[in-house]
């Protein structure tokens, strides 16, 4: 093409130019990086405007309140031994209310397309994947919120834990790798269906199933088989059995249900961060 | 990451572009073009919505991939050497591209920490771009807050914070008033007096491209179709012509019927910024 204005030098020219050398650094340095990154800015955003924060505690107060008070008098649904309904209810609350605040999560990152914010993201030295871990983990971080509220409202309402502080902070990990996991979902649909509008309405039609699938309100035992079919492999039901074991001191299969979270946050990171050149369209 | 000093023999061009070809399914946004940018020039983008800019600037910074052909940036292949690519260049997309719900300062600090600035230069160095865009004093106010004059020098601040050795900018000027253009334009203009880097940018106005590109390409359904100085075109066109002109006299009449390669789409993503922008 004659109109092409400077052609690119040809190639006699004597040696081949030499690249601009640029240090990157080792990918274990850079994800850690990343994830504390967007941990930051989400404790940020947080800071700036905590209505999200106080609205999100409505629900899991409610349910607590008024189902967990009305259940434990029934007395319809059978608990471990010196277990309270309450105290029972109170760890698939935690993670419910968490579950939905994850699964909307997939909303910031098709704001953040439609902004052109995920554009200039994905520009900077951030792999994908380092991407949507980072994201995945501010998920986490919000969620924690709802560790918090729930506890505050279990020593409220007297329900018996084991207050042990490890357990605590291994019930907060336990919340933000669901949480992590279920963002990560959230972006995966963000990543197919790349409208607000319908990434809210596949939202909503998955959560309930999610939790009504799930041992947050009843024991695996008294359900039937399909749904205990169902139930053993939506995370959910490991979240809640991990939470049970760190706040009640119920038996559970801590590892496997850690183990089980873990490899579903590495499977839905993979997922989503393999959805998002769609979204960067 | 300090611009390279300026031209080093045998040290790789900032941008090397051969036989570039994009295509979205039955679509070719980009046709097979090639051009190299030299060290430490503005060089100017032009052509109408759809004519295949953005779309080579995305391939530039590594956003999307080239159906075929090649482009290295200093060197570096944006297929194979995606991260060396982005640690290299800053980035100014045409759509706003600022976060609303945090403060300038925060802005600028999150992108100071995605180009791995060491820890010690960080503060210092998000600092000195704010105050080199002139945001030193609303720096703790959110951007929900900022007028869109504001909003652009900040997302030049952000694109500025690694001190990129080439700095890429995608209709910087779109949707803003004339006062705020000329502000744009006079602070890239300073710095790169300061700093010497190289710049990349597309626009349609052309009285801009004219007064600050050193050089530009024309564009026009995913070619080119001129390129050289603005002198030179101007002058081939006859002794009174504009750019205007120039711009008008390959790409003129086509205009009407254009919508060819996703016109709609560029024209929703400008005025979308406009509307950010108030």
Known sequence: MSAAPAAPPSASASAAPRPVAVDVPPWWRLYPNRIVTFWLVELRKIRHDRTELYMRAVQPVLWLLIFGETFSRIRAIPTPPGVSYLAYLSPGIMAQSALFIAIFFGIQIIWERDSGILTKLMATPTPRLALISGKAFAAGVRSVSQVVVILALSAVLQVRFDWNPLHLLGAALVVVLGAAFFSCLSMTIAGIVLHRERLMGVGQAITMPLFFASNALYPVAVMPGWLRALSSVNPMSYEVDALRGMLLGTPTALLLDVGVLAAAVVAGVAAAASLLPRLAR | ?278
């Open chain 2, 1 to 278: 990451m300090a611009a390279p000093p300026a031209d080093l023999p045998g040290v790789a061009l900032p941008l090397t572009v051969r036989d570039l070809r994009v295509c979205f399914g039955s679509v070719t946004a980009v046709d097979g073009i090639s051009f190299a940018i030299r060290r430490g020039e503005v060089f100017g983008l032009l052509g109408a919505n759809g004519a295949g800019k953005t779309t080579t600037i995305r391939v530039t910074t590594t956003l999307i991939r080239a159906s075929s052909g090649s482009v290295a940036v200093f060197g570096h292949d944006v297929r194979a050497d995606a991260l060396r690519v982005r640690h290299l260049i800053g980035y100014l997309p045409q759509a706003l591209s600022a976060d609303f719900q945090l403060s300038g300062y925060e802005n600028v600090w999150l992108f100071a920490r995605l180009f791995d600035l060491p820890r010690r230069e960080r503060e210092a160095r998000v600092r000195e771009v704010l105050r080199a865009m002139g945001l030193d004093d609303v720096r703790d106010r959110l951007v929900s807050t900022f007028s869109g004059g504001m909003v652009r020098r900040l997302e030049l601040a952000q694109a500025l914070v690694n001190r990129p050795a080439l700095l890429v900018l995608d209709e910087p000027t779109i949707g803003l008033d004339p006062l705020a253009r000329a502000d744009v334009w006079e602070r890239v203009r300073e710095l790169r007096e300061q700093t010497g880097m190289t710049v990349l940018v597309t626009t349609h106005y052309m009285e801009e491209a004219d007064t600050l590109c050193d050089r530009v390409a024309l564009m026009h359904r995913g070619r080119l179709v001129a390129g050289g100085t603005p002198g030179e075109l101007k002058a081939a066109l006859g002794p009174e012509a504009t750019l205007d002109d120039v711009f008008r006299h390959h790409v003129g009449k086509a205009i009407e019927d254009e919508d060819v390669t996703g016109g709609g789409r560029d024209v929703r993503r400008t005025r979308r910024a406009a509307q950010r922008l108030g």
